[in-house]
């Protein structure tokens, strides 16, 4: 029986149905022949499965025909319905079992340019990104193209070939009857345009839309439980996500609303009841004319029926069609995203010299984070920078590695412009901790030896005494050969000097540390700094600040407010201006006192 709009839902969709189809041939272009083998196996077995119906309406014609009954002929029909309907089985089995195989390499491709694409993408583009957004695409989008591949062939095929083939056999039969047949489907198709009016599809797409909030609210849920109950912030993180679920159910309620009363009767008129209903209605009409011989009512009763179950398997067809269309088109909008170009001749820099000259940079056009940016970071020197909330303090110091080009302006490192340096030149001469880590589900000397996978264990052990964190993994069960995530979980801090360790192991000459030990302990802040003047040397060390112990070790401070530099200099002379440095000195010192109860050592700057 069918659903109650599926006949609608397969006209419907055939527009989005073609633009996924172009995008599923471009998909299939390689699997070409196994597609191929899948459809007309599928075509053969739809076509056999008609074998056992005609099977039945000969064999009743012949039984209630009068004279004797053709023994030989009565056999002959029933092994042809047998035989029909073992090859039906045969090849409809060969073409699901050739379909799913074919479905898993499509996965595993998609899967693996995916893979391929993010690691090439610019870094700061994930910044910009719902991690269930993502996670949607990776997963349940890729999945989304196992029915058109696995199933709906043989959904779309049996739906147009069967009722093809049934209707040249009935018009053979009798062509009055066969018109009177198709008149519960012509019904149905009359009431389809009142089921594509454009309110219907905006609700389509804020249904789309609506799903996708879903997802990406449960995984900001799960990922940020343990903080928000922490802050007892549990109810209103629950609340977002039933904000989001109300609103699928307000839409989808709205949706169904808008087409429950023409679904009906679409139903109504492709149901088995009323199909029947206007055969015999026909049939006896001709029949008590002269113009049907009863044993012919027989072949429409049987076909009649058919001629609408496959429209539910249509309707299907269509639904994973155009869910497959929408998902190929996220797939694709991931796959498009441009890496940033390689520099077709790419040259070396010239020392670690990092300047920036009239920098500006926008996420969206029409807001620029920085503007007018010049600034030189020196080797041998520590600059700290610091501001407000929303300055543009991490989108300053994640062009340093080339997360992100300027919009304008140009960013150079020795002397060369960073668009000039081959992207793995540059990851060796640029290190970068970030503020929101994430250790690998390997041991902990391989997160340590991540950017040097061919360290030595002795200088994995130096880089973690130097981030203070040696102590801590020899208390693990298996020391440095712990795997974290299974055999030991580590704390906020603790995983941040494991990152810290990482950075220092890589011994790039450029060091940027975004808020790197804003989850550190004070001794372990003290560990790290130490760290840093040891190693300092002539490293070119660029640190997002917002403790004043960091703060007074600089060489020089710079002040954002607004994507602008406001103040610039070493943190003692600032202090003598009363400017906004000198207010976010007492704004801080004052917070620390709180904190600690009592005037820090060092409170002025060297």
């Known amino acids: 029986m069918t659903t109650t709009s599926d006949l609608a839902r397969a006209t419907k969709h055939s527009h989005a149905g073609s633009a996924a189809g172009q995008s599923?041939?471009?998909?299939?272009?390689?699997?070409?022949?196994?597609f191929a083998a899948v459809v007309i196996l599928q075509a053969i077995g739809a076509l056999t499965g008609l074998a056992p119906l005609l099977a039945v309406v000969e064999l009743g014609r012949a039984l209630l025909s009068p004279g004797p009954i053709d023994h030989a002929h009565v056999w002959t029909v029933v092994i042809a319905g047998a035989a029909g309907l073992f090859v039906r089985l045969l090849f409809t089995a060969a073409s699901s079992g050739i379909g799913h195989v074919l479905d898993s390499r499509v996965q595993l491709t998609l899967r693996r340019q995916l893979a391929a694409s993010l690691g090439r993408v610019p870094i700061g583009w994930f910044s910009r990104r719902r991690t269930g957004e993502l996670a949607k695409v990776v997963g349940e989008d890729v999945s989304a193209v196992h029915p058109f591949i696995a199933h709906a062939p043989g959904e779309l095929v049996a739906a147009f070939v069967v009722p093809l083939v049934s209707l040249i056999y009935l018009f053979t039969v009798d062509w009055r009857l066969t018109l009177i047949t198709l008149i519960p489907v012509v019904l149905a198709i009359a009431l389809v345009p009142l089921l594509m009016l454009p309110a219907r599809t905006r609700e389509q797409e804020a249904y789309d839309a609506a799903m996708g909030r879903i997802a990406s609210s449960v995984v900001e849920f799960v990922q940020g439980i343990s903080v928000v109950k922490a802050f007892g912030g549990g109810e209103r993180a629950h609340r977002t996500f039933l904000t989001a679920a109300d609103d699928f159910v307000s839409i989808f309620s709205r949706w169904v609303r808008g087409m429950s009363v023409v679904a009906a009767g679409m139903q109504l008129a492709l149901s088995p009841p009323f199909v029947l209903l206007v055969v015999l209605t026909g049939g006896t009409?001709?029949?008590?004319?002269?113009?049907?011989?009863?044993?012919?009512?027989?072949?429409?009763?049987?076909?009649?029926?058919?001629?609408?179950?496959?429209?539910?398997?249509?309707?299907?067809?269509?639904?994973?069609?155009?869910?497959?269309?929408?998902?190929?088109?996220?797939?694709?909008?991931?796959?498009?995203?441009?890496?940033?170009?390689?520099?077709?001749?790419?040259?070396?820099?010239?020392?670690?010299?990092?300047?920036?000259?009239?920098?500006?940079?926008?996420?969206?056009?029409?807001?620029?984070?920085?503007?007018?940016?010049?600034?030189?970071?020196?080797?041998?020197?520590?600059?700290?920078?610091?501001?407000?909330?929303?300055?543009?303090k991490s989108t300053l110091v994640q062009l340093l590695p080339r997360f992100f080009d300027p919009s304008h302006g140009?960013?150079?490192?020795?002397?060369?412009?960073?668009?000039?340096?081959?992207?793995r030149e540059l990851h060796r001469q640029v290190s970068f901790v970030f503020q929101d880590v994430r250790l690998l589900r390997v041991s902990v000397a391989d997160n340590i030896a991540l950017a040097v996978p061919r360290a030595g264990r002795d200088d994995v052990i130096r880089a973690a005494r130097l981030a203070g964190i040696h102590d801590r993994i020899l208390q693990l069960p298996h020391g440095y050969d712990t795997v974290l995530g299974e055999e030991a979980k580590l704390s906020g801090g603790e995983a941040q000097r494991i990152s810290i360790a990482r950075a220092l192991l890589a011994d790039a000459p450029v060091l940027v540390l975004d808020e790197a030990t804003s989850f550190a302990d004070p001794q372990t802040e003290q560990a790290v700094r130490r760290a840093l003047a040891m190693l300092g040397g002539d490293r070119t060390i660029v640190v997002i600040a917002h403790r004043l112990e960091t703060v007074a070790d600089a060489d020089t401070v710079v002040v954002l407010e607004d994507g602008a530099i406001v103040e610039r200099g070493r943190p003692a002379d600032l202090l003598t201006r009363s400017g906004r440095f000198a207010a976010f000195w007492r704004s801080h010192q004052s917070d620390e006192i709180k904190t600690h109860g009592g005037v820090l050592r060092g409170d002025e700057p060297r």
């Not at 994973?320 to 001749?345: C, M, N, S, T, Y």
């Not at 140009?410 to 960073?418: A, C, E, R, Y």
């Open 410 to 423: 140009s960013v150079l490192l020795g002397g060369v412009d960073l668009r000039e340096i081959g992207g």
């Open 285 to 392: 009409a001709l029949i008590t004319s002269g113009g049907l011989a009863p044993a012919d009512l027989l072949p429409f009763l049987l076909l009649g029926l058919g001629l609408t179950a496959p429209v539910a398997a249509l309707g299907h067809g269509f639904d994973d069609l155009q869910a497959a269309g929408r998902a190929v088109g996220r797939i694709k909008d991931v796959l498009a995203v441009r890496p940033l170009p390689e520099p077709a001749h790419p040259r070396p820099p010239r020392g670690h010299r990092v300047e920036l000259r009239d920098v500006r940079f926008a996420y969206d056009a029409g807001h620029e984070v920085l503007r007018g940016i010049d600034l030189v970071l020196e080797p041998g020197t520590v600059t700290a920078v610091v501001g407000p909330s929303g300055s543009g």
């Open 24 to 34: 599923m041939t471009r998909l299939l272009r390689p699997h070409l022949r196994s």
